[in-house]
């Protein structure tokens, strides 16, 4: 395995479908960034739209909290039955000592999620476009279904750090099929908490396998031990508007937002509905919504 030295990057093609040498530099890093996939204008509305959704929800009745570092949501119902649902996670930080939120509640969300994308018709608008179908189906996604959709917040001054993991430890296929698509909807940078990547490290096994039992105890299954050469690892800073799409076994974390400026992404995960989705699966669907690609 060969850990690369950069991360490929690139105007977006026209159309959205890659070019030979754009899925070769993909391949090889497990990695791609897209510059200016997306007018920021509809980055615009996105976030509009997710403050709009913000606005009606009452952090006083709804008090969950997503953690990486401390993993609290993973024996929280209403986390792991919102594979369906659209539903707020705040942050670690977001409360002071008096179970108040320390800021405007936009500024104290960690993410929104899991399916704005087949919920809510802005969302769907910007999850479901021609040049996104057409870099799908050039990374030879047969038959694609986005599976999931999640808002990232990385608000300002208590924005979370994420430890380094492979998103097919949570969407797991088999074979494995996860890729995710990252959109930029402010400028990420060094200093908001952007995005590291281990270029070529998606190579490696995957790790993980986090499933949940019949009698819905959460299980972290280690498969391989092997450290992450995170001192190879890379930030990926990047304009609002830049798509970065990564393999689902492709390490990546990002660092603490302790800055005054919001870090807001956007991220899809699809998988080629081919491959078997196991039923212990954390992330779940109901009947009554099947899972859609890009029609």
């Not at 890093?29 to 403050?51: N, S, T, W, Y």
């Not at 959109?183 to 990420?188: P, R, S």
Request: glycine share 6%; proline share 7%; charged share 25%.
């Amino acid at each position: 395995m060969e850990i690369l030295d950069a991360i490929p990057a690139c105007k977006a093609p026209p159309g959205g479908r890659l070019d030979d040498a754009m899925l070769a530099n993909y391949r090889a890093a497990g990695v791609l960034i897209l510059e200016d996939f997306v007018p920021v204008e509809k980055c615009v509305q996105l976030r509009e739209r997710a403050l709009e959704l913000v606005d009606a929800f009452d952090p006083q009745t709804v008090r969950h909290v997503f953690s990486t570092t401390r993993q609290t949501q993973l024996d929280d119902r209403y986390f792991y039955e919102s594979g369906d649902k659209i539903r707020f996670f705040l942050e670690d930080d977001a409360f002071d000592a008096n179970g108040k939120l320390r800021q405007a509640k936009e500024h104290c969300l960690n993410k929104m999620g899991h399916a704005m994308h087949d919920l809510d018709p802005v969302f769907d608008a910007f999850s479901r476009t021609p040049e996104l179908a057409a870099l799908v189906d050039s990374l030879g996604f047969e038959e694609p279904g986005i599976i999931q959709s999640m808002y990232i917040f990385k608000p300002p001054r208590i924005g979370g750090e994420v430890i380094c993991h492979q998103d097919s430890t949570f969407i797991y296929t088999e074979p494995q099929s996860c890729v995710g698509f990252w959109f930029a909807l402010e400028d990420a940078t060094l200093e908001n908490g952007c995005m590291h990547f281990i270029p070529g490290a998606h190579k490696m096994p995957l790790k993980q396998r986090n499933y949940r039992r019949d009698d819905g105890t959460f299980i972290i299954e280690t498969i391989d031990d092997t450290p992450w050469p995170e001192d190879r690892k890379l930030p990926a800073e990047a304009k609002a508007g830049t798509l970065v799409i990564f393999d689902g076994r492709m390490p990546h974390l990002s660092g603490a937002n302790l800055s005054d400026r919001s870090r807001h992404a956007y991220t899809l995960h699809v998988i080629d509905q081919r491959c078997h989705y196991p039923a212990n699966n954390w992330l779940q669907r109901g009947p009554d919504m099947p899972l859609r690609g890009f029609d």
